[in-house]
């Protein structure tokens, strides 16, 4: 993919998002009637809000525009943006990460990172089985002394 | 003046046997994690800085100084080795160190990067023990005019500075107003809490940065590895090693790297690479054989290294007076200090002077362990990246759920890492820089106090800005560099048209 067509992207879903956040603000934000009394109705918790939300619309016109302006590159530059497979590989990680906690509640801290560190190690291309399990095992149980007993953290 | 009498306090304060022994901890931390490709000074520092909460503030922050300090050489390490800077901040070596390698001179590249790194940083060190009152000083005759003012100016320079285009550097730093808002605000009104009582106290702000800079890493790597093996090798000649010469040679542009680095680091956003970058062009500039370096000169190595070690120092200034991180490992520190109660601002030497001239005598000292411990293992050194990456991402994976829930013992916060972890990937995927962001979180909340204490010193009239010189002037600069980013790529690109014409 071209930088141009990242950044037409990239700006389109900053335009939303700016705009779904300034659509929030008057349902998000509390006015102080007292200030708006006193003329400082500047300084009521939406003044923020409404400054980043136009400053986050500014940056995503500007973007489009600037792209819009560039001159688009040869095809070698003509990489995807998401490589094959990328996109399902990354919620996987992230479900690993979601999961790890619930199986941390389920069962208990060393287990669950044990499993965690075993499957992240196959994943990175770890193929000796001893060295999986001993790794797991021993970096899980040392981890979880030093948070929970050296720092008196309740790992549960 | 400096309190000469509170400054030996300080000595003794760090002299102790587990200060000494975690600023050792964190050089080695600091070494390993540089080294390691993909992993970054930042990264090792936010992963660490939930322990530190943990332990006295006279062990936990010069562990976290060691890393920075170790952090930061051991990025020269698989630059010169393997042709792949460590960190940002290493790039600049890469050309000369690998050309070194090449000619079977790792060693001496290796020993000529300790030795400048640890110059730049020692001279830089002190130069911040002895001024960093006098600016702490400065800044107490600064209201809260002047403080929104500055705080103005340094994300506009943080988000001018970090990016190719200035739409990229703004969307950054407006996002880190966006997620800063979430919780309360300045009146103690909820504000975008969406209902859910896990966001009234807003977004976490180490579980921000560990997302940010170590799970998008982790991320990242996991996928690099599912894709494809990668081998490291690296070769290393024991025989090989720099002469007083070499160092002779080399010392008039680590003398003129360790000034300028110096001096980008006083000011807030430019960092390491920068100065790298710069060392390097005047080492090339003055040497006298300029056409050496760039391809394998030990005077490249020397210029690269000491511009990015000698902005670690000053880099605090802007952080100790202000409050105001100038980069993000500065933001990493800030954490630290706040957790330790030891609130950065111009009260921080009156109010905490023994333990902050500890700190600044412990940076000092962690040059000497840094260059002892490197000069030591200089032969051993590149073994580090041979550490298969299936030990370091599974590891680094479990220490960024465990560091996020440890700060407040929420698993909500854990979710909060999650995302911003794939906001980070996302942000490298589009070439946004992440540092605008993380400064933003972290100076909105002051920003807006600030405005809002100015708008009633001046009864709510704007214009009383323009009675205040100081705030004014940075207003104006603030003002024309983002006009000057703005202009920037039109009249390149008109600039361009024209020689094309030509």
């Not at chain 1, 939303?16 to 659509?23: K, P, T």
């Not at chain 2, 790039?91 to 001179?105: E, M, N, P």
């Not at chain 2, 298969?388 to 560091?403: A, C, N, Q, S, Y």
């Amino acid at each position: 993919m071209t930088s141009k067509r990242k950044d037409i992207i990239l700006s389109i879903a900053i335009l939303v998002f700016a705009l779904a956040f300034i659509i929030c603000i008057p349902y998000q934000t509390v006015e102080d009637p007292i200030l708006g009394a006193r003329g400082y109705d500047i300084l009521n918790g939406a003044f923020f809000p409404k400054i980043s939300g136009a400053l986050l619309l500014l940056s995503g016109v500007l973007l489009v525009v600037l792209a819009a302006m560039a001159k688009s590159k040869d095809d070698t530059e003509r990489k995807p943006l998401f490589e094959k497979n990328e996109v399902s590989r990354l919620f996987f990680i992230l479900a690993l990460g979601f999961g790890y906690v619930k199986l941390v509640h389920l069962t208990n801290y060393p287990i669950a990172t044990a499993l965690l560190l075993g499957v992240m190690m196959v994943l990175t291309r770890a193929r000796n089985w001893l060295v999986i399990i001993v790794y797991s095992v021993a970096a899980g149980l040392t981890i979880y002394y030093v948070f929970s007993r050296v720092f008196y953290i309740p790992l549960h | 003046m400096v309190d000469y009498g509170v400054m030996a306090e300080g000595l003794f304060y760090i002299f102790n046997i587990k200060s000494l022994l975690s600023l050792t901890g964190g050089v080695l931390t600091g070494i390993l994690i540089g080294s390691i490709p993909g992993l970054t000074t930042t990264m090792g520092m936010a992963i660490f800085v939930p322990l530190t909460f943990f332990m006295p503030p006279l062990i936990g922050i010069p562990f976290l100084i060691g890393i920075y300090k170790g952090g930061i050489f051991g990025g020269s390490i698989p630059a010169i080795l393997i042709s792949t800077p460590g960190t940002g901040a290493a790039a600049a070596t890469v050309a000369d160190g690998y050309a070194l390698t090449q000619k079977g001179k790792a060693r001496s590249a290796i020993q000529m990067s300790i030795f400048a790194s640890c110059l730049a940083d020692f001279s830089s060190d002190i130069l911040v023990l002895f001024f960093a009152y006098q600016v702490t000083k400065l800044a107490l005759v600064f209201g809260a005019p002047e403080i929104f003012a500055i705080i103005v100016f340094s994300l506009l320079v943080i988000s001018t500075s970090s990016a190719d285009n200035l739409p990229k550097g703004l969307i950054s730093l407006t996002l880190g107003l966006v997620c800063s808002m979430v919780g309360v605000d300045t009146g103690g009104r909820w504000r975008f809490t969406f209902d859910i009582p896990d966001l009234s106290a807003g977004l976490s702000y180490i579980s921000v940065l560990i997302g940010l800079f170590a799970f998008s890493v982790v991320i990242d790597e996991t996928l690099k590895s599912i894709k494809e093996k990668i081998v490291v090798q690296a070769k290393l000649d024991p025989n090989d090693k720099i002469t007083w010469k070499d160092i002779k040679h080399c010392m008039p542009a680590i003398a003129r790297s360790t000034i300028m680095g110096s001096f980008i680091g006083i000011v807030p956003g430019i960092g390491q690479p920068v100065a790298a970058f710069l060392g390097f062009a005047q080492a090339k500039r003055f040497s006298k054989t300029p056409e050496l370096v760039g391809k394998g000169s030990l005077e490249g190595v020397a210029g690269a290294e000491a511009g990015n070690n000698a902005v670690n120092g000053p880099s605090l200034l802007p952080l100790f007076a202000f409050g105001i991180p100038g980069d993000v490992i500065s933001s990493v520190l800030l954490g630290a200090f706040l957790a330790q109660g030891l609130r950065p601002g111009p009260r921080l030497f009156i109010d905490h002077g023994k333990i902050m001239y500890a700190i600044l005598i412990g940076m000092i000292f962690a040059n000497l362990i840094l260059f002892a411990l490197a000069n030591l293992s200089s032969k051993y050194i590149a073994k580090i990246i041979t550490i298969p990456k299936h030990f370091i991402i599974p590891t680094v994976f479990v220490l960024t759920i465990v560091g996020s829930f440890a700060v407040n013992n929420s698993w909500f916060d854990v979710g909060v890492m999650f995302l911003f972890g794939l906001i980070g990937y996302l942000m490298n995927k589009f070439d946004v820089p992440m540092a605008p962001l993380v400064i933003a979180f972290i100076l909105t909340h002051t920003m807006e106090t600030n405005l809002i204490r100015s708008i009633i010193i001046f009864k709510g009239d704007l214009a009383g800005f323009l009675g205040r010189p100081v705030a004014l002037g940075f207003i104006l600069v603030s003002a024309a560099i983002f006009l000057f980013s703005l202009l920037k790529p039109i009249v390149n690109r008109s600039r361009k048209g024209k020689q094309n014409k030509a």
